[in-house]
């Protein structure tokens, strides 16, 4: 399992929307787990050139998002949690899990906390 300078272990949460962004982000911080929201591939890029490798990655599967080059090498590298619509056609990355809208933040929670806590090789 990898941590950030806090001692806490640190996801990614990558989601065009921000209600999703900060409601997954706010429940982890509550679980002890430091979670940076991001709103794009760019901001993922950014954080990952800064030196920032997440041991989770919850990512929202959107069109221009789960098919962004820089979002799938990310997926290649640490597990990833889909956060996918029935109704919106995408073409979904192998990942770690899939969870299709409508979602419970506690849902979302629970699956990142049991891939923190199985931990992986980078």
Not at 16 to 30: F, H, I, Y
Not at 82 to 99: F, G, K, Q
Not at 103 to 120: F, N, P, Q, T, W
Request: hydrophobic share 50%; aromatic share 4%.
């Amino acid at each position: 399992m990898l941590y950030f300078r806090t001692g806490m272990p640190v996801v990614f949460v990558i989601a065009g929307d921000w209600t999703l962004r900060t409601s997954v982000r706010a429940e982890l911080r509550e679980a002890g787990i430091d979670a940076l929201g991001m709103e794009s591939a760019d901001d993922a890029g950014q954080a990952l050139t800064s030196g920032q490798l997440p041991s989770v990655a919850v990512i929202e599967a959107i069109a221009g998002l789960a098919d962004d080059p820089r979002i799938a090498s990310l997926i290649e590298r640490v597990p990833a949690i889909l956060i996918a619509s029935r109704a919106e056609t995408v073409a979904l990355p192998p990942a770690a899990a899939v969870i299709y809208r409508p979602v419970r933040v506690g849902e979302i929670v629970a699956k990142v906390s049991e891939l923190v806590r199985k931990g992986h090789a980078a």
